[in-house]
């Protein structure tokens, strides 16, 4: 007999723009990294995508998380060279950051257990699962990465 297979059914589900989610990349949990504060994830992420601090600076003084990820994503700025292959590096230190200066972040992560973690973004194959439920749903592994880590913990 076949077995029915649960993990998406239990599967945590969060967007990464939801801001009452402290799985969200745009949470108002302000972290301390590379000398800097950064507001969000987000703002740690879209600044590390491009050259010198001119365009970094203006992404690091929006307000929010949201206008920080437009500002990271206009079409006339070019991106570090490699940054498609240091993407997921730059997004796990800003989440790991996160969660080791917020216990409310560490113990929503623990709560997890070991359920799937999915990013539900239609649009986004590469940090969330898109429409059609295809995608890499990268930013859910980086959480569970970091929840590995810190259940393996001594």
Known sequence: ML??????EEAIRFSRFDME???STVSPHAFELEDYRWPTAEHYYQAHKYEGLNHASKI????????A???GN?????????WKERRRVWMT????RKMKEYNEVQDALLETGNNLIIETSLYDHYWGVGR??????MLGKVWMDIRSKLQ???
């Open 3 to 8: 077995e029915h297979d649960t993990t998406i």
């Open 21 to 23: 989610n402290v799985f």
């Open 60 to 67: 690091l003084a929006a307000t929010s998380g949201r206008q």
């Open 69 to 71: 990820h437009e500002l």
């Open 74 to 82: 206009v079409w006339l700025k070019r991106k570090v060279s490699g």
């Open 93 to 96: 230190r800003a989440l790991y």
């Open 132 to 137: 059609d439920q295809r995608g890499e749903n």
């Open 152 to 154: 393996n913990a001594p």
